[in-house]
């Protein structure tokens, strides 16, 4: 499989576009007003303390307050030989016991606001390098699931034991083993070590100097994060739009990830790199609720704030033999389109497949597998449970930021989101209604209905005989006018 990654950078905006045998299956967008700030780490003070839901509301000086719950308040590592026993469910504190309002607090967003909720905070602080994730005051060593070698699992975690011994450094600092350090070398290891103790000197001393609200630390610019966390070995090609940027990211390479060098390149062209490769047609299409599979089946995806549904249909494809396998295959298709569309539209949250009735039983397992096995390559953690009695696939993707529906993005202003229009009739009918109401409480000689045009026309075509009956039944004249600015749903009865 071979992948690129490809950078466009503008002064309000940068995009991100992972490309994988030609197709997009990731975008990240980051806007200079309305930068992400997950990983970014604050000094807030704690304004509300909630003990029935054991969470507590916390300033860090953005619009909405930060959320925090219990069981993301860091209590401290347990003595040695009270380690708690595997499976074992873990005791949460109450959140009356832990914080109090006017408390000063030192936290980190682990999810962006999303919709009408406030940031997600953890005081399990981390930061990131390019092979490990610092984590003070813990002493826990952890490695990427990704990394699935065992002796490649055990040759890391003995290789950062023996270094922290060496540099005296392993009282009480923990650190997780990315997925990029397979197969890096003690050096490689030691200088992200050394580095990540410089940044996490300079973050302690502005925790102590900094004012409450602020910011204490701000994770890199996107397209720097970008090579930091999304480069792989199948990598080809890094390629950015911006002589500018592309000098910063070529100067944190040479430090940092010097065996990239040859992938980074800029690109000059008079095209736009996304037209180039197609990404700007690909954007526009997902964000359609419709996709449309290869053989002429669809889905349909409908992002609600609970939860994503996603509904398989056959639509056009007869198939050749039977029908169970005309729908085996059209499952299976869409299985690998599913997978993409999480990973292209950032969907996260709860999401329910309503795949297309399957018979047959291993039908049904080879669908799944198909789905769990495109989804390995996602970089947000998935669960997929087993087919519902009702015949649903239940799955949940791990959510930090908006989908790419809600960054670029807004409901409706007309239907305020629903997705549909009251019928010219269904108005017709209200204004009947209200003209109704409103003469039995106020005088007047006559009324003027204010509309748009398509109410109008039923008023005075189909709506016709309807309009002289009221008139007859109230006794008074009801004239017409069409408001171009209107919507389709909007009207004013004046009296006259």
Same mark, same amino acid.
């Given at each position: 499989?071979?992948?690129?990654?490809?950078?466009?950078?503008?002064?309000?905006?940068?995009?991100?576009?992972?490309?994988?045998?030609?197709?997009?299956?990731?975008?990240?967008?980051?806007?200079?007003?309305?930068?992400?700030?997950?990983?970014?780490?604050?000094?807030?003070?704690?304004?509300?303390?909630?003990?029935?839901?054991?969470?507590?509301?916390?300033?860090?000086?953005?619009?909405?307050?930060?959320?925090?719950?219990?069981?993301? #308040?860091?209590?401290?590592?347990?003595?040695?030989?009270?380690?708690?026993?595997?499976?074992?469910?873990?005791?949460?504190?109450?959140?009356?016991?832990?914080?109090?309002?006017?408390?000063?607090?030192?936290?980190?967003?682990?999810?962006?606001?999303?919709?009408?909720?406030?940031?997600?905070?953890?005081?399990?602080?981390?930061?990131?390098?390019?092979?490990?994730?610092?984590?003070?005051?813990?002493?826990?060593?952890?490695?990427?699931?990704?990394?699935?070698?065992?002796?490649?699992?055990?040759?890391?975690?003995?290789?950062?034991?023996?270094?922290?011994?060496?540099?005296?450094?392993?009282?009480?600092?923990?650190?997780?083993?990315?997925?990029?350090?397979?197969?890096?070398?003690?050096?490689?290891?030691?200088?992200?070590?050394?580095?990540?103790?410089?940044?996490?000197?300079?973050?302690?001393?502005?925790?102590?100097?900094?004012?409450?609200?602020?910011?204490?630390?701000?994770?890199?610019?996107?397209?720097?994060?970008?090579?930091?966390?999304? %480069?792989?070995?199948?990598?080809?090609?890094?390629?950015?739009?911006?002589?500018?940027?592309?000098?910063?990211?070529?100067?944190?390479?040479?430090?940092?990830?010097?065996?990239?060098?040859?992938?980074?390149?800029?690109?000059?062209?008079?095209?736009?790199?996304?037209?180039? /490769?197609?990404?700007?047609?690909?954007?526009?299409?997902?964000?359609?609720?419709?996709?449309?599979?290869?053989?002429?089946?669809?889905?349909?995806?409908?992002?609600?704030?609970?939860?994503?549904?996603?509904?398989?249909?056959?639509?056009?494809? #007869?198939?050749?033999?039977?029908?169970?396998?005309?729908?085996?295959?059209?499952?299976?298709?869409?299985?690998?389109?599913?997978?993409?569309?999480?990973?292209?539209?950032?969907?996260?949250?709860?999401?329910?497949?309503?795949?297309?009735?399957?018979?047959?039983?291993?039908?049904?397992?080879?669908?799944?597998?198909?789905?769990?096995?495109?989804?390995?390559?996602?970089?947000?953690?998935?669960?997929?449970?087993?087919?519902?009695?009702?015949?649903?696939?239940?799955?949940?993707?791990?959510?930090?930021?908006?989908?790419?529906?809600?960054?670029?993005?807004?409901?409706?202003? #007309?239907?305020?989101?629903?997705?549909?229009?009251?019928?010219?009739?269904?108005?017709? /009918?209200?204004?009947?209604?209200?003209?109704?109401? %409103?003469?039995?409480?106020?005088?007047?000689?006559?009324?003027?209905?204010?509309?748009?045009?398509? #109410?109008?026309?039923?008023?005075?075509?189909?709506?016709?005989?309807?309009?002289?009956?009221?008139?007859?039944?109230?006794?008074?004249?009801?004239?017409?006018?069409?408001?171009?600015?209107?919507?389709?749903?909007?009207?004013?009865?004046?009296?006259?």
């Amino acid at each position: 499989m071979s992948e690129e990654i490809l950078i466009n950078v503008t002064p309000v905006e940068t995009r991100v576009a992972v490309v994988e045998n030609g197709m997009l299956q990731e975008v990240y967008i980051e806007r200079s007003r309305r930068r992400g700030i997950v990983g970014n780490i604050y000094k807030g003070k704690v304004v509300r303390v909630l003990p029935g839901m054991e969470a507590a509301f916390v300033d860090i000086g953005l619009e909405r307050a930060a959320f925090i719950h219990a069981s993301d #308040v860091y209590i401290g590592e347990p003595p040695r030989g009270e380690e708690k026993a595997p499976g074992a469910p873990r005791v949460v504190p109450d959140i009356s016991t832990l914080l109090y309002e006017g408390q000063s607090l030192v936290a980190q967003v682990t999810k962006d606001p999303i919709g009408t909720k406030g940031a997600r905070l953890t005081t399990h602080l981390s930061v990131p390098s390019r092979y490990l994730v610092y984590m003070p005051g813990t002493q826990h060593i952890g490695i990427s699931q990704r990394i699935e070698d065992e002796a490649e699992r055990d040759r890391l975690r003995n290789l950062i034991e023996e270094l922290l011994t060496e540099i005296g450094d392993g009282a009480a600092q923990g650190y997780i083993i990315r997925t990029a350090a397979e197969g890096a070398g003690r050096e490689e290891l030691l200088q992200d070590i050394h580095f990540l103790k410089r940044l996490w000197n300079s973050v302690s001393e502005r925790i102590k100097l900094a004012p409450t609200p602020s910011t204490v630390y701000e994770d890199l610019p996107l397209y720097i994060r970008t090579v930091r966390d999304l %480069v792989r070995p199948q990598t080809e090609k890094i390629r950015i739009d911006s002589r500018e940027s592309h000098q910063k990211v070529l100067r944190f390479i040479e430090e940092f990830m010097a065996e990239v060098r040859p992938k980074l390149e800029y690109y000059p062209g008079e095209r736009p790199v996304f037209d180039l /490769y197609g990404v700007e047609d690909e954007l526009q299409r997902a964000l359609s609720r419709k996709v449309q599979l290869k053989s002429g089946g669809y889905l349909i995806i409908d992002q609600t704030e609970a939860m994503t549904t996603i509904d398989v249909n056959t639509g056009a494809f #007869v198939g050749h033999r039977n029908l169970e396998e005309t729908i085996f295959k059209t499952n299976l298709e869409a299985a690998r389109a599913i997978a993409r569309q999480l990973r292209l539209r950032n969907l996260g949250g709860i999401i329910i497949i309503d795949f297309i009735d399957m018979e047959d039983v291993e039908h049904q397992r080879q669908v799944i597998r198909m789905l769990e096995k495109m989804l390995e390559r996602d970089h947000a953690k998935t669960n997929i449970s087993c087919v519902s009695e009702l015949g649903l696939v239940e799955m949940t993707r791990k959510r930090t930021t908006e989908s790419l529906g809600q960054t670029l993005c807004e409901p409706c202003r #007309v239907c305020d989101g629903r997705g549909i229009l009251k019928t010219p009739e269904t108005i017709c /009918y209200e204004i009947f209604r209200e003209i109704l109401r %409103v003469n039995r409480a106020y005088d007047a000689s006559s009324y003027l209905v204010l509309a748009s045009q398509s #109410v109008v026309d039923v008023l005075l075509d189909e709506e016709s005989d309807s309009v002289a009956d009221l008139e007859t039944f109230i006794g008074k004249n009801i004239k017409f006018q069409v408001e171009s600015m209107y919507s389709p749903e909007q009207y004013d009865v004046v009296l006259l």
